[in-house]
């Protein structure tokens, strides 16, 4: 079936360092990639999404590649800052229609702390 | 617009008890699904719907009951709650299969 692996975390950085979360699928077909964030007590959000290959979602200052010959979606920025302290989930879903309408599958999410 | 709202926030429910997580969207979205998140395990899909009246299972459905008889809500409904259903629950709603959006989630815990 279809999966998502996520770096282990947690992943913790000092202000303005580069960062980068690695993240790789497994999927039959050609799945769309999403980012959420989740900042603490709160539900996930919509980060940035890539719907084929080539494609790079930008949101924020984060930046993810749709790479189909690695098939990586890593999740990179270049100055971090206190306030994107949360956890990042990388997700795919299979295309439209039939049985797989709508469905996220998701990685085990990534913990990142940014100290100032 | 209220978006994804879940009720209740908390819940400590004993072994045995029956209880329903509400679910309610205000953006006429015919997609909404229920997702549990366990530490290490990223988010699981329970049960999913793609319109009014119907449903269908996700990788974890079992212990859990779903029903949509309107567009705006989508209830879930633990049957006989078990320690093993301690999580946070999240709903969330899309009117492309890709677009979601989250509600804040429902933390239970089952003793």
């Known amino acids: 079936g279809d999966s998502v692996t996520q770096m282990e975390g947690p992943v913790t950085l000092s202000e303005e360092a580069f960062l980068t979360i690695n993240c790789t699928y497994t999927?039959?077909?050609?799945?769309?990639l999403f980012w959420y964030v989740q900042y603490p007590g709160e539900g996930l959000q919509l980060l940035l999404k890539a719907t084929k290959a080539d494609d790079k979602g930008s949101n924020k200052g984060f930046e993810a590649t749709y790479r189909k010959e690695t098939t990586s979606f890593h999740l990179e920025k270049g100055s971090v800052q206190v306030s994107d302290s949360a956890v990042y989930f990388c997700?795919?879903?299979?295309?439209?229609?039939?049985?797989?309408?709508?469905?996220?599958?998701f990685g085990q999410g990534t913990i990142l702390t940014v100290h100032p | 617009n209220a978006g994804v709202t879940q009720t209740p926030k908390f819940q400590v429910l004993k072994t045995g008890q029956s209880m329903t997580l509400q679910c309610a969207q205000d953006?006429?979205?015919?997609?909404m699904s229920w997702y549990r998140q366990d530490p290490g395990m990223g988010l699981r899909l329970i049960h999913y719907?793609?319109?009014?009246?119907?449903?269908d299972q996700g990788e974890v459905p079992n212990g859990y009951n779903v029903s949509r008889s309107t567009t705006e809500d989508f209830p879930l409904r633990l049957l006989s709650a078990a320690p093993s259903q301690t999580s946070v629950y999240f709903c969330a709603s899309g009117l492309a299969a890709y677009e979601q959006y989250f509600g804040p989630g429902t933390r239970l815990t089952v003793t």
């Open positions: 997700a795919l879903r299979m295309g439209a229609g039939g049985t797989s309408y709508g469905k996220l599958t």
């Open positions: 953006m006429n979205h015919e997609y």
């Open positions: 999927a039959t077909g050609y799945p769309s």
């Open positions: 719907s793609v319109g009014a009246g119907i449903t």
